[in-house]
């Protein structure tokens, strides 16, 4: 072959086709999530199966049953600065909505005389943990007569079978 010849040599090919085998490789490798131990391969699902499968991956946490009623006490991470810290938030559940990784709870406290509620998206990073403190017997869905009620009204009775 002469120099100015524009055709690649079969050692460059060679090369040229290590290479590509090893992008290839590479692109398999990232191509492919875990989930539960398992290698899925996203190229074979549909758009509706990976966002399942990220679901399920990121619901992995052990959580008690929470029930509307009951006493919990919510462990929710607060970062200051760069140290991080868990902070309990006790209250009485009055809402749960949605389900999956979507699902909330609705806490309700009495803080110095206020009433104070948040919502925890129960699947939430920020949500260090969750204890059932106490069950309530409750014949409602939602608990929201309770924000209209003060002092010793606002209590719940306590149930014990479950």
């Not at 990976?50 to 919510?74: H, M, N, S, W």
């Not at 991080?84 to 803080?111: D, L, M, N, S």
């Amino acid at each position: 072959m002469s120099v100015d010849s524009k055709e690649p040599s079969s050692q460059e090919v060679k090369i040229e086709d290590e290479s590509n085998a090893s992008e290839d490789s590479e692109v398999k490798t990232a191509s492919e999530t875990k989930s539960k131990g398992k290698k899925i391969s996203i190229q074979n699902l549909s758009p509706a199966e990976i966002i399942k499968t990220f679901e399920d991956a990121q619901l992995g946490k052990d959580l008690p049953d929470v029930y509307v009623g009951d006493t919990v006490r919510v462990g929710v991470r607060i970062s200051e600065g760069n140290k991080e810290r868990v902070q309990p938030y006790e209250g009485v559940v009055i809402a749960k909505r949605h389900g999956g990784i979507h699902q909330t709870i609705t806490v309700r406290r009495i803080f110095q005389g206020i009433g104070v509620e948040r919502i925890f998206l129960v699947h939430s990073p920020q949500v260090a943990s969750i204890k059932v403190e106490r069950r309530g017997k409750v014949r409602r869905a939602k608990l929201f007569y309770l924000r209209e009620r003060v002092g010793k009204a606002t209590r719940v009775k306590q149930r014990f079978d479950r």
